[in-house]
């Protein structure tokens, strides 16, 4: 998503029991889903789909880095986005708008026997993207919505809803994320930036259960080089919790986030139909699920 880009989410830490640790459930920016893209540019006027193809393993990291025994998770992400770069100048600035609707399967080995849970992830609204050309230099501030509408949430959990071996598709609150892309662009070459900030607005909340996931910031960061229709290179990311998550009013012990991952990238050009791959090996994780993912890409103009 973002060439061009539009946004995403998802993805991120577990809950191993109707206890939480760690942002409760997801991370709510999937670890390193914009790779490879130009952070800070806009397409030309016109709509785009764009849909990421997010394939993950991993187990459980403790406050330590290691690993936690009988926490596998297999995750398949799906997130089609529609965005709308609008041809409008706002200060200057190229203006887009976009919508997110991630579909998640989840097979989680702590939660016992089953063929694993699909649902609807967090619906995400992209109000505004911003995008200024200063040479080859390119700025984009935004705004992200995640809103409180997945299809199950920790809630679900918390009250006894099996998920057939699954985990909860999304989260139990509203967020709002103010997002920063930043690209150079030159003779082939991308050196990106792709930051956000993670602000929960409410809480999730059951009977006698109210969790307040701590804010967290994200980035993906490339750095590729194009030759006529490939494109190669390596991307990043990080994710860093800013503050302990609450368990009604109280903090949760080693709930404070922290992941890295790095690893190629490649892609193609057929015409109008960008197809890119991005592989990264978390080489550092704590109170997250860490391992390896691998997401194809796929962006197309409509019209």
Do not use: C
Not at 72 to 100: M, Q, R
């Amino acid at each position: 998503m973002k060439k061009i880009l539009a946004a995403a989410a998802l993805m991120g830490a577990v809950m191993a029991s109707s206890t939480a640790s760690a942002t409760e459930l997801w991370d709510p920016q999937l670890k390193g889903v914009n790779e490879g893209l130009a952070a800070g540019a806009l397409p030309p006027k016109g709509v785009y789909f764009i849909l990421n193809n997010y394939w993950a393993n991993y187990q459980k990291r403790d406050a330590d880095g290691n690993r936690v025994h009988g926490t596998n998770l297999t995750a398949l992400v799906e997130v089609p986005v529609l965005l709308w770069s609008t041809g409008l100048k706002v200060f200057g600035a190229d203006y887009a708008v976009g919508i997110a609707q991630p579909i998640a399967y989840t097979d989680f080995e702590a939660q016992g026997k089953g063929s694993g849970n699909w649902g609807f992830y967090n619906t995400i609204l992209i109000p505004g993207q911003l995008s200024w050309k200063i040479d080859d230099f390119f700025i984009k501030p935004g705004l992200s919505i995640y809103l409180d509408d997945a299809s199950t949430t920790p809630a679900d959990l918390v009250k006894g809803k099996r998920l057939n071996g699954g985990l909860p598709s999304g989260n139990g609150y509203t967020a709002v994320q103010p997002d920063l892309g930043l690209s150079w662009l030159h003779d082939g070459w991308n050196l990106s930036a792709d930051l956000h900030l993670t602000i929960p607005v409410d809480a999730t909340h059951a009977p006698g259960y109210e969790y307040k996931s701590g804010v967290q910031f994200s980035g993906d960061y490339t750095a590729t080089k194009t030759l006529d229709k490939w494109t190669f290179g390596l991307g990043a990311h990080q994710q860093n919790q800013l503050n302990s998550d609450t368990l009604n009013g109280r903090e949760v012990k080693d709930s404070i986030v922290a992941s890295y991952g790095i690893g190629p990238i490649i892609g193609y050009q057929f015409g109008g139909l960008s197809v890119m791959a991005t592989w990264n090996h978390n080489v550092y994780t704590q109170n997250d699920v860490g391992g390896d993912f691998l997401n194809l890409r796929f962006v197309a103009p409509l019209f």
